[in-house]
């Protein structure tokens, strides 16, 4: 089945419960959302997208408050697990402007939901629906971010979360948080695909439901991201940007903007030839994306080394690249690698701005420089990067990024002394 920008509205299934269901993207198969715990096709094993029979226009999202919930016309509920997640800031970055050399640069900073990262969105609907299915367990593999949000969603629905990590490959500051929203930490003797391997088997035994992006109701959520971006640009400019730039790990973010611009497309909201440019960015040594953009490729290959110290990219199987790869190539995108100095310098260009982002963010804006300084984003381009979790993600690498405490004496003229040297 082709995801394309078809203006096509879809077919209502039998299987639709009140207008919502679920179709496999490889053979268009249908099931019935909430009547059991289902995360691929029974019949092929591809992945499934949630369908809507109704799909709301931006005059339906006007006067409906702030945060993802705004945009419920667009969800599977009314309602989720919610901890004000959503309404993040799209900032203004002159100097960053200029330097770059665009028309127009804006910073959607999802380091500013409640856990710290873009993870709350696709948690506040994937929690609601474990709740409706009745499910005991939540489960996660985890680069961080996810295993933070889920833990916190999972704490605020009363449920049992168990989290697996690769062992000395995570943030401190991400671990924390999972602990003290009291999951389960598990860590395991392997890299994040070996844990989402495993969380798969756990899931397919029905021993937790499984809630990384795999699940299609994660990415729901995160299609607000796009929303919001395009609701930003449209007050500010009159106009939508003419390209997103993003972090791709699992490749989940790509795939949810994507389906939220088809589903206005769809809608009659948005013209298929406006739709923003996708264009991804991996590091050099966790990129098998661009490889197969590169390469026009239709499937992945998996990497089974991947190295870099934007821990929250370092994945070598995006399970979400057949869904990504026609979203980057539908809408004239592309997808680059840079280097990790290449993402420090743009963590601290971010810092300049007054802008604090974990290095996997920083990733975006280096990879925007890297395709400007080739030709491949004009001059006259409105862009908008985004940049997925906080500084305080991951505190050492911040600090190996920033300037080194100075000491001086405990007195006013050693104090000044020391800044004439």
């Known amino acids: 089945m082709s995801l394309s920008l078809s203006a096509d509205q879809p077919a209502v299934p039998a299987v639709a419960d009140d207008g919502v269901w679920l179709e496999c993207i490889e053979c268009g198969e249908t099931f019935a959302p909430f009547d059991d715990v289902r995360y691929t096709c029974d019949e092929c094993g591809g992945l499934l997208e949630v369908r809507y029979a109704d799909l709301p226009t931006f005059d339906d999202f006007e006067g409906e408050g702030q945060g993802v919930w705004r945009y419920a016309d667009a969800l599977p509920f009314d309602a989720g697990v919610s901890i004000q997640e959503g309404a993040t800031p799209l900032y203004e970055v002159p100097r960053l402007e200029d330097d770059i050399g665009v028309e127009a640069l ?36 985890s680069t961080g971010n996810t295993s933070a949000a889920l833990a916190a969603y999972g704490s605020r629905g009363g449920m049992e979360t168990l989290v ?9 500051g991400k671990i924390a948080q999972a602990s003290l929203h009291g999951a389960r930490i598990l860590e395991v003797d392997g890299n994040f695909d070996a844990c989402l391997d495993i969380v798969q088997e756990l899931a397919g035994r029905g021993e937790a439901y499984l ?14 991201i796009g929303l919001e971006i395009l609701e930003g640009f449209l ?16 490749a989940g973010n790509t795939s949810a903007l994507y389906k939220a611009f088809r589903e206005l497309v769809q809608a009659g909201a948005l013209e298929a030839e406006d739709v923003p440019k996708l264009t991804g960015v991996q590091a050099d040594g966790a990129a098998p994306m661009v490889e197969a953009i590169e390469n026009g490729a239709d499937e992945v290959r998996r990497w089974d080394d991947v190295e ?43 810092a300049g701005e007054g802008i604090g982002v974990e290095p996997a963010s920083a990733a975006s804006v ?3 420089r890297k395709l400007r300084a080739d030709g491949i984003v004009d001059d006259d381009e409105r862009v908008a990067c985004l940049t997925t979790g906080h500084l305080l993600k991951d505190p050492d690498a911040a600090a190996a990024a920033g300037s080194d405490p100075e000491p001086v004496p405990a007195d006013t003229e050693g104090v000044l002394e020391h800044l004439q040297e």
């Open 308 to 350: 870099t110290r934007a821990t929250a990219i370092r994945i070598g199987n995006p399970v979400n690249a057949p869904k990504a790869l026609p979203g980057i190539r539908e809408t004239g995108g592309t997808a680059v690698s840079v280097s990790d100095e290449e993402i420090t310098e743009a963590q601290r260009d971010l």
């Open 106 to 141: 804006r910073i959607k900073h999802e380091g500013m939901n409640p856990t710290g990262s873009f993870k709350d969105r696709g948690m506040t609907v994937g929690v609601k629906v474990a709740k409706e299915l009745g499910v005991g367990r939540l489960a996660c593999a």
């Open 366 to 368: 280096a990879g925007l």
């Open 211 to 224: 809630l990384n992006s795999l699940n299609p109701f994660r990415l729901e959520g995160q299609k607000t």
């Open 164 to 172: 697996l990590l690769p062992a000395g490959k995570v943030a401190a």
């Open 235 to 250: 007050a500010d400019y009159d106009t939508v940007p003419d390209r997103i730039v993003l972090p791709v790990g699992n």
